[in-house]
């Protein structure tokens, strides 16, 4: 079982950068898929980013200006955020899947985070 929490989300400018932090219980999280979704008011939730090992995969509305990242010594997951635009603003959720090959699709994750607001102002 793997537990996930979010931190980081706020308020922040266009054209701003904001780092959310997803720490994560449980041994099996350093071999597991992790990515990063994001769901805004009235939309369906979205792929954003998502990395297995140096493999990497990434929105192309988020690509060039968001980093994926992990710490498997502390089980945490980064997402740099870069050149926020509004459009960006949404709730953005950590999971985690116990498969190895990555994946954009939300219903292969099996553990989510309760999901941290972010807030671009124009």
């Known amino acids: 079982q793997v537990q996930l929490v979010e931190s980081g989300g706020g308020l922040m400018q266009a054209g701003g950068s904001l780092r959310l932090s997803c720490a994560a219980s449980?041994?099996?999280?350093?071999?597991?898929?992790v990515g990063w979704f994001r769901q805004a008011p009235g939309k369906e939730r979205e792929f954003v980013a998502a990395?297995?090992?140096?493999?990497?995969d990434y929105a192309d509305s988020v690509k060039g200006r968001f980093t994926i990242s992990r710490d498997n010594a502390k089980y945490t997951v980064y997402l740099q955020m870069n050149s926020l635009k509004p459009e960006d603003t949404a709730v953005y959720y950590c999971?985690?899947?116990?498969?190895?090959?990555?994946?954009?699709?939300?219903?292969?994750?099996?553990?989510w985070g309760q999901g941290t607001q972010v807030t671009v102002s124009s």
């Open positions: 999971a985690a899947r116990r498969g190895i090959s990555l994946t954009r699709l939300s219903a292969e994750y099996d553990y």
């Open positions: 449980g041994r099996t999280f350093s071999t597991s898929v």
């Open positions: 990395m297995y090992w140096v493999n990497n």
